[in-house]
T-cell receptor
Framework: NAGVTQTPKFQVLKTGQSMTLQCAQD?????MSWYRQDPGMGLRLIHY???????DQGEVPNGYNVSRSTTEDFPLRLLSAAPSQTSVYFC????????????????FGEGSRLTVL | RKEVEQDPGPFNVPEGATVAFNCTYS??????FFWYRQDCRKEPKLLMS???SGNEDGRFTAQLNRASQYISLLIRDSKLSDSATYLC??????????FGTGTSLTVIP
């Protein structure tokens, strides 16, 4: 009954350090995405993927890299952390990013709280 | 311009009240619409999808007006447990989900 699993749940970094936020889902969802949530800004789409080997940029991609080598995993990499990347990060997946009125529900992980000093 | 705009509130209403939230979206290519609920420091969870014909789920009613590009959520007979942030979500081109900033609701005993 895992759903979407994010690790770590909490992380403190120094400016310039790199790290990877892990996201895994066991629902065989084709669509996966990363969001950041900041006070007053809502959730903003960073990167998304519609299937293994395919990734694309969202609203706020700068400073983040992603890859999708398997259907299950969609890691988010911060190559050189900056204080502006202090945020709560959510990974979400859906059965399909289809173009229909009933396009799938997004299932979220519990979030990763990142602080960059 | 943000893809999705919401009144952030906060809305403070007594138990039993009816409360309505509105949301507007800017991209006419938007194809599917949702309301999510987010409790404090938790992940968002789907409350209901919003269909062109409008839909109802118990005390919750969602409406979509494509011509005016707005979505609404009506909550009747508010309960204390309805206190949360309500997020309007729009799916553009079938593969990009955009969120509004959320509307905060507190139901007061």
């Amino acid at each position: 009954n895992a759903g979407v699993t994010q690790t770590p749940k909490f992380q403190v970094l120094k400016t310039g350090q790199s790290m990877t936020l892990q996201c895994a889902q066991d629902m065989n969802h084709e669509y996966m995405s990363w969001y950041r949530q900041d006070p007053g800004m809502g959730l903003r789409l960073i990167h998304y993927s519609v299937g293994a080997g395919i990734t694309d940029q969202g609203e706020v991609p700068n400073g983040y890299n992603v890859s999708r080598s398997t259907t299950e995993d969609f890691p988010l990499r911060l190559l050189s952390a900056a204080p502006s990347q202090t945020s709560v990060y959510f990974c979400a997946s859906s059965y399909s990013g289809t173009a229909s009125e009933e396009a799938g529900e997004l299932f979220f992980g519990e979030g990763s709280r990142l602080t960059v000093l | 311009r943000k893809e999705v705009e919401q009144d952030p509130g906060p809305f403070n209403v007594p138990e039993g009240a009816t409360v309505a939230f509105n949301c507007t979206y800017s991209n006419s290519a938007s194809q599917s619409f949702f309301w999510y609920r987010q409790d404090c420091r938790k992940e968002p969870k789907l409350l209901m999808s919003v269909y062109s014909s409008g839909n109802e789920d118990g005390r919750f009613t969602a409406q979509l007006n494509r011509a005016s590009q707005y979505i609404s959520l009506l909550i009747r007979d508010s309960k204390l447990s309805d206190s949360a942030t309500y997020l309007c979500v729009v799916n553009i081109h079938g593969n990009q989900f955009y969120f509004g900033t959320g509307t905060s609701l507190t139901v007061i005993p």
